[in-house]
Structures are given as C-alpha cells and as structure tokens.
C-alpha cells in the first residue's frame, strides 16, 4: 500500500505530553507518517485507502524490547525452574540440536503472534540470526537482530566477526525495517576481552549492542566477588559503554548503577513476567524512571514467560511496581504506554524512527478495538488499554506503512503452515 489514511479513530501520538485526541486523521505515504491532524485540515492529495477507525484507538505499535524469538519452539518446555539450572540443564543444552530452519520456524511463529498482538518492532538476540533476520523480512516486521555471543563456545571471535560482517552487508543493503546491533550474551558468559572487542566493533560500525545485566543477585554478588564492583561499574570499567547498548533486565541495581546507566545513556528492557517467573526479583523501575532513564518492555523468550504479550507486560509493569513501593501512584498507565511504545524505541535507539505517531517517523501504528464489553465504559483510554485491553483487541496492525494484520487476521504469513512446521520441529528437538 503506498498511502491511506486513518479516520474517526482516537488517537493516541505518545509524543511526550499530549493525551488522546479526538476529531483527527492520520495519513501515511510511502511507509512514512505525512499528517497527523484535524480532520478539517486533512491534505487534500488522494489516498489509495481510507480505514475507518471508529471504536478504535490509534496508536504506535508496541515494540519488544528484549526477546530470544525461535524459544518460541521451547515454550513450556522446562517450566517452573531456577535461571542457572534451567539455562544450563534444559536450554543451551537443546539449543546445541537447532539448526537454522529450526530458527527461522520458530522466529516465525514468534512473528505471527507478535503481529496479532500489535507488536511491529522487537529487539533480539539469538542462535543464526541470519535465519531469524529472514523471518522478520518474510513476515514484514521491524526487527533488531543480533547473534548470541557466548565467550565459552570455542568459536566466539569467529561468531563475533560474523555478525560484524552481517551488520555491515545489511546496513549496505539498506534494508529499512533491519537494525542490526551486536548480541554478547551477558558479562558471566563472555570474558571482558570478546565484550571489548564487541564495543570497539559496535563503535566502529555505529550501531548498539543488547546484554543481559544484573538480571539476578547472585550475578551481581559474583561480579562483586570477581572484580570487586557490580556488573554495571564493570562494563563501565572495560569501556562498554562507550557504544549504544540495551541492558536486559537490571533488575538488581545500585544507586551508583542507575547514575551510570542514566549518564551513559544505557537503555533498559524491563521483563516483569519473565522476572517473575525465574524468580529473578523486582527491578528498580520507578527509580529508574525518576532518574530520567529510557526504560522499554520485553517479553524475554516465550520459553520463561510464557507469551509474546506485551500488553500483558505493560499490565505487569504498572501493577508490580505499585506493590513493591505499597504506592499505587508509581509507573501510572501513561508511564507503562510510554514503556511499551516511544521509550522502547529510544532505549533501542530508534526513538527517531519509531515509537510515536508523529509526522516524518516510519508508519508502524496499531488499531485497537476498545469496543467490547471489557474495555467500556471509556472513561480514559490511557486507563483502558493498560488495565483491560487484551491482545486479541488488536484489530489491525501497520509496519512501515504495510498492514500486516486486518481484522484480526495475518495478511502475509499462513499461520497455519507455520504452526503445523514448529510442532515438527519441536517434537524433533525434545528426542
């Protein structure tokens, strides 16, 4: 679709300090957003078509800030389990089976029930992501690929000089929708040599790097044990910062951690239902968000979570905070929106490109049915969305100005097949 235009739906930017407004029309041209105004002063150029947006609200589609896409393949597979126990005697073990159409299948499916749930851009790090980077390509998803990179895996420097290579052909071929970054599994599975190679090779190339960081206490305690500091003043120390990088997690920081984060301009992916569910601990969220860090959503992989909802997370995120701080005032739902939306992107570093429903940015937007009888009465629709929406009210979703999902349903991508595909797969995996 090269234009169209959206009408009669409420409106919701996340541009920072403007609420839902009604009377307004969207127009996006060529994958970008081109007007964003009263209906009454609409452009007057023809569009090839007008959606009705009534009952709906118009909003930026969600971005994943932090997810492993293929464990959708392991979703329930080893459940109810500590992080060390169930990385080392469940996971990587079965990872070492998958091969790369395993990946793709399984980033597959991750994408069609992602896009079902108005989720346009997500941020990943995985095994072959050559293969997952073509999935989000088939599927028409904004993605930010990035290869695992495991310091005790005997090819780790040829891993790294692989993804180097593959950000830099992509970055070439100027493929709109791929943001590469470079994926160093976190500072306990990569010695500070291969993590200050990666942030000389980020530097180099401009573009940023996703790590899992002090995502549990015994983490931190061994980080302090090993080199006297936590695992943030660490990377501090060895210069990682000194690129872009997305912090999965941190959800056991200092007030020196935050300081740090909040000056070297680290994003944070915030994963509340999968801290949960490892038991991992509450995050700092709220102080984090009063330090003024950018601070996004991910769902982490469905295989500790057990969904791609980043509704739910959101939802997640607003009521946690408000019991661990006995404060129903903290991380309110247009904080949470803002999480899921505009403050995902920048702590991507993609705040100028998606995120916002504003003029010049890429045409990534939801429309989200709050005509059901769960989501009425419209008493504020910041509210609405964050306490009773649910995934399936996702009616139409929209990547750089293509609809990926009408009513309801994948345009693109056979869902069935796909399913069909994984549980083959899967089944293969788990002998």
Known sequence: MSSFR??????????????????????????????????????????????????????????NAHTHLAMTLFRGYADDMPLKPWLEEKIWPIEMKLTEED??????????????????????????????????????????????????????????????????????????????????????????????????????????????????????????????????????????????????????????????????GVGVAHCPGSNLKLASGFARVPDLLAAGAAVGLGTDGAASNNNLDMLEEARLAALIHKACADDPTVVPADAALGMLTRDSAAALGLGDITGALEVGKRGDMILLDLSGAHTQPLFHVESQVVYAARASDVKMTIVEGEVLVRDGRLTRLDEAAIIEEVKARAARLST
């Open 103 to 264: 990946v793709y299948w399984g980033a597959m499916l991750g994408i069609a029930e992602m896009l079902r749930a108005g989720v346009t851009c997500f941020n990943d790090m995985y095994h072959h992501f050559e293969a997952g980077t073509r999935a989000a390509i088939d599927g028409g998803i904004r993605a930010c690929p990035s290869g695992v990179l495991l310091g005790f895996l005997p090819n780790a420097d040829e891993l790294l000089d692989r993804a180097v290579a593959f950000a830099t052909v992509t970055r070439a071929d100027g493929a709109r929708r791929i943001h590469p970054m470079l994926g160093p599994h976190a500072p306990y599975t990569c010695p500070d040599r291969l993590l200050q190679r990666t942030a000389e090779a980020a530097v180099a190339q401009g573009i940023g790097i996703h790590i899992h960081l002090s995502e549990t206490a015994g983490e931190v305690q061994d980080s302090i044990d090993a080199h006297g500091v936590t695992p943030v003043r660490h990377m501090l120390d060895i210069g990682l910062f000194d690129a872009q990088v997305l912090a999965a997690h941190c959800v056991h920081l200092t007030d020196d951690d935050i300081g740090i984060i909040v000056d070297r």
């Open 6 to 63: 959206i009408e009669n739906a409420t409106i919701l930017t996340m541009s920072p300090g403007h609420g839902p407004v009604e009377g307004h029309i969207l127009e996006c041209r060529e994958g970008t957003i081109t007007a964003v105004c009263p209906a009454s002063a609409a452009p007057d150029a023809p569009v090839d078509e007008v959606i009705d947006g009534s009952g709906c609200v118009l909003m930026p589609g969600f971005v």
